[in-house]
């Protein structure tokens, strides 16, 4: 029994139990030395303090956020100007208002007397008179500049006569007829000095307008 014991307390076995138990006092305590917390921190770990953490996260949110608005906004087409263009006046609505020989009877020197001509003229016109009764007409009557006023007047009035018999047996109504006779008073004597020229000048022109 003596031996057994002996040899379990060993001196070596009981110098090397001192040597550690002095070595672990002597050992700091690890939560209380800055030093082992200083080398317990992984590498590279941030020391930022958490607000400057927030205002980071919160500006990359914000830049990530108008990257994305930027790449989705559609693309504008060129806006083209076209110039205005111009606007033709449009003729006026009234019957041949473009087309004057479409509404001119022509008689003969001193005559009153409707030709075959003017009968077609009258034909059309009082067709046109018939179909809108919001059209009114005037009957200008005109002669050449022979003889003197009295009596051109006196013609143009028996031209206008005839031409508006002619419209009323044609069925045009009393109220869409008016009468202007001018006689000789717009003929330009100078500038009408042939045959050719005063022929032109005894007419009846229909003019038109609405009520």
Do not use: W
């Not at 770990?45 to 906004?73: E, F, H, K, N, W």
């Amino acid at each position: 029994m003596k031996l057994t014991t002996r040899q379990h307390n060993h001196p070596g076995r009981i110098i090397a139990k001192l040597a550690g138990s002095r070595l672990g006092s002597r050992l700091p305590n690890r939560a209380s030395s800055p030093a082992l917390v200083a080398v317990s921190r992984p590498a590279g770990a941030s020391t930022m303090p958490p607000y400057l953490r927030l205002r980071l996260v919160c500006l990359a949110g914000a830049i990530l956020l108008s990257a994305c608005s930027t790449i989705d906004q559609p693309v504008s087409e060129p806006v083209t100007v076209r110039e205005p263009v111009p606007v033709t006046p449009a003729v006026p609505n009234t019957p041949f208002a473009d087309e004057p020989e479409k509404r001119t009877v022509y008689f003969g020197f001193g005559e009153a007397r409707i030709g075959h001509e003017g009968v077609v003229v009258l034909s059309e016109n009082a067709l046109r008179l018939k179909n809108d009764s919001q059209l009114i007409v005037t009957l200008v009557g005109h002669t050449d500049n022979l003889g003197s006023a009295a009596y051109n007047l006196a013609v143009a009035d028996k031209r206008i006569e005839a031409v508006n018999d002619k419209l009323r047996s044609l069925g045009v109504a009393k109220n869409q007829l008016r009468r202007l006779p001018l006689g000789s008073e717009q003929s330009n004597k100078e500038a009408c000095d042939s045959e050719a020229c005063r022929q032109t000048m005894r007419k009846v022109e229909l003019v038109y307008e609405r009520r």
